[in-house]
Antibody, heavy 125, light 108 residues
């Protein structure tokens, strides 16, 4: 059974860096083809892809946000970490991590079949 | 990037009826890589369809989808009370992958 769970601060101030951790179980991020992604959903319900990381440490980012994002993995802990620099109130959203279905498109994209419950982050001074 | 426009914004139907949701892309979606998700309040999106017409594991056959190029649709037959939710399409045929703005399916 695949599960994912996001954790991190519920509130950050403008210009700060957000760090979110995704802890997963039921699959291994050392197995060929496996990837974990981050997607966020704004208060107006818009979904936006952020980043993907793969078993071989290949990392892919949304072109519009790549200068602010860093995704890493710790396979010993079954965790994926996303950092987003220079946070702004428009970054207020629920942040999800999700398991990518292997073989769904190029390495820059993917379909997500298991999602965490989401982590609501508010950016406010 | 490809913009996905979903219609209608809100669809009001009764249980037992059939719902048809539309997703139109601003450019041709590569390889017809189009997915559909269902989202209920307070929950994460749930994958229903990928590859334009393939049901994900555990999705009942009341859910069907079709389309190609720029026009795609999701059909939900014999609506059950648990089907009333928000539905999003996603294209993953072109980078960056993008999502539609959603269609709310509500009980009439």
């Amino acid at each position: 059974q695949i599960t994912l769970r996001e954790s991190g601060p519920t509130r950050v101030k403008p210009t700060q860096t957000l760090t979110l951790t995704c802890t997963f179980s039921g699959f291994s991020l050392t197995s060929s083809g496996v990837g974990v992604g981050w997607i966020r959903q704004t208060p107006r319900q818009a979904l936006e892809y952020l980043a993907l990381i793969y078993w071989d440490d290949d990392k892919r980012y949304s072109p519009s946000l790549k200068t602010r994002l860093t995704i890493t993995k710790d396979t010993s802990k079954n965790q994926v970490v996303l950092t987003m620099a220079n946070m702004d109130p428009v970054d207020t959203a629920t942040y999800y991590c999700a398991h990518r279905v292997p073989g769904t498109g190029s390495w820059d994209v993917g379909v997500f079949d298991y999602w965490g419950q989401g982590s609501l982050v508010t950016v406010s001074s | 990037e490809i913009v996905l426009t979903q219609s209608p914004g809100t669809l009001s139907l009764s249980p037992g009826e059939t719902a048809t949701l539309s997703c139109r892309a601003s450019e041709i979606v590569g390889s017809n890589y189009l997915a559909w998700y269902q989202q209920k309040p307070g929950q994460a999106p749930r994958l229903l369809i990928y590859g334009a017409s393939s049901r994900a594991t555990g999705i009942p056959d009341r859910f069907s989808a079709s389309g190609s190029g720029t026009d795609f649709s999701l059909t939900i037959g014999r609506l059950e009370p648990e089907d009333f939710a928000v539905y999003f399409c996603q294209q993953y045929g072109n980078s960056p992958q993008t999502f539609g703005q959603g269609t709310r399916l509500e009980i009439e």
